[in-house]
């Protein structure tokens, strides 16, 4: 029997883009958009939508050794090119191993935009780590820059 523990933890990743905040904003909010970027649906991952206050959102995908992952959504607050605060549990081979507050703080710099991402994360029962969360933030954040046609840099 797994011990059961939660462990709280938190981070922050920063970034800016070239692109404006309504483009940045656009990539999270636009369902083929964030499809792109967030899930590989080409490689059989499936996502529902349902973008607004008190929306839901869904996801599942795969890993090559055959474990399946699950993301449950809920958006918290949304304020047009400005910010999106969720909450999300993920679940592992049908065991939730995390449960979050995400805020994506979209902030005009210049011509371009500085996003602020920030998550407070419960993690339960020593299944998953800080360092494999954020890296696979700082690996989706690789991909919204790919999806907002630049690079993106640390700000």
Request: aromatic share 10%.
């Amino acid at each position: 029997m797994t011990e059961r523990s939660v462990e709280h933890q938190s981070f922050t990743i920063e970034r800016s883009f070239k692109a404006t905040p309504a483009q940045v904003f656009n990539a999270f909010s636009e369902p083929a958009a964030k499809e792109r970027w967030f899930v590989n649906v080409e490689a059989g991952a499936q996502m529902t939508h349902d973008f607004r206050v008190g929306g839901r959102e869904s996801g599942r995908f795969s890993q090559d050794d055959g474990t399946t992952y699950y993301d449950d959504t809920i958006y918290l607050d949304i304020v047009e090119n400005r910010r999106i605060i969720f909450a999300y549990t993920m679940t592992e081979n049908d065991r939730r191993i995390s449960a979050s507050v995400a805020t994506v703080d979209i902030q005009p710099d210049g011509s371009g935009t500085r996003l602020v991402f920030t998550e407070q994360v419960a993690f339960l029962d020593g299944l998953d780590k800080l360092e494999y969360r954020r890296g696979g933030w700082e690996t989706l954040m690789g991909a919204l820059a790919k999806e907002l046609g630049e690079a993106a840099v640390a700000a």
